[in-house]
T-cell receptor
Framework: DGGITQSPKYLFRKEGQNVTLSCEQN?????MYWYRQDPGQGLRLIYY???????QKGDIAEGYSVSREKKESFPLTVTSAQKNPTAFYLC?????????????FGEGSWLTVV | GQQVMQIPQYQHVQEGEDFTTYCNSS?????IQWYKQRPGGHPVFLIQ?????EVKKQKRLTFQFGEAKKNSSLHITATQTTDVGTYFC??????????FGAGTRLFVKA
């Protein structure tokens, strides 16, 4: 099936640790995104990538890093510099970066700091 | 910067009642999209509006885009328990970036 696969679905992190969330899409989309959602809140853009080997910071990039070495993959690393990382993380993609393209979301990853 | 405000934040309705959520942008939008997120799920695309004054319907859902392309609404007629979830509007003002509203969380009591 075509879609976006995020893993793991649930992740526990100890304070001071870096963790990496995986995101793979087989939709052949050029653009990929990472959003953070806190309970009962909206979506905040962390990073986005319009094309392979290129990415830009979103509204809340501090404490996060990404890479886009392959078109289908856009992993997100939550670093120890992110002071409040407990949240629901959503990876998404769209066909192109152009205006008007539908954004497709993965099922999300729940990250909890213990 | 561009902002998209969405109201209300929460809405509790009795099954069979109507529901409306409103979205307002600080800038003129090239298009607006609506997404639904079921509890514990991920946002799923519902519809896109592009033209000034556009109205689209999907069964019991009616979507409107304002004449000035700065506001939009989603109206659900005769809500059902399956309508429960959070409804997000998402606006684009030309260019790449999509700005999501904070969402309206709909609770439906049977």
């Amino acid at each position: 099936d075509g879609g976006i696969t995020q893993s793991p679905k649930y992740l526990f992190r100890k304070e001071g640790q870096n963790v990496t969330l995986s995101c793979e899409q087989n939709l052949n989309h050029d653009a990929m995104y990472w959003y953070r959602q806190d309970p009962g809140q909206g979506l905040r853009l962390i990073y986005y990538s319009q094309i392979v080997n290129d990415f830009q910071k979103g509204d809340i990039a501090e404490g996060y890093s990404v890479s886009r070495e392959k078109k289908e993959s856009f992993p997100l690393t939550v670093t120890s510099a992110q002071k409040n990382p407990t949240a629901f993380y959503l990876c998404a993609s769209s066909q192109t970066p152009a205006s008007g393209n539908t954004i497709y979301f993965g099922e999300g990853s729940w990250l909890t700091v213990v | 910067g561009q902002q998209v405000m969405q109201i209300p934040q929460y809405q509790h309705v009795q099954e069979g009642e109507d529901f409306t959520t409103y979205c307002n942008s600080s800038t003129t939008l090239s298009n607006i999209q609506w997404y639904k997120q079921r509890p514990g799920g991920h946002p799923v695309f519902l519809i896109q509006l592009v033209k000034s004054g556009e109205v689209k319907k999907q069964k019991r859902l009616t979507f409107q885009f304002g004449e000035a392309k700065k506001n939009s609404s989603l109206h659900i007629t005769a809500t059902q328990t399956t309508d429960v979830g959070t409804y997000f509007c998402a606006g684009q003002a030309g260019g790449f970036k999509t700005i999501f509203g904070a969402g309206t969380r709909l609770f439906v009591k049977a």
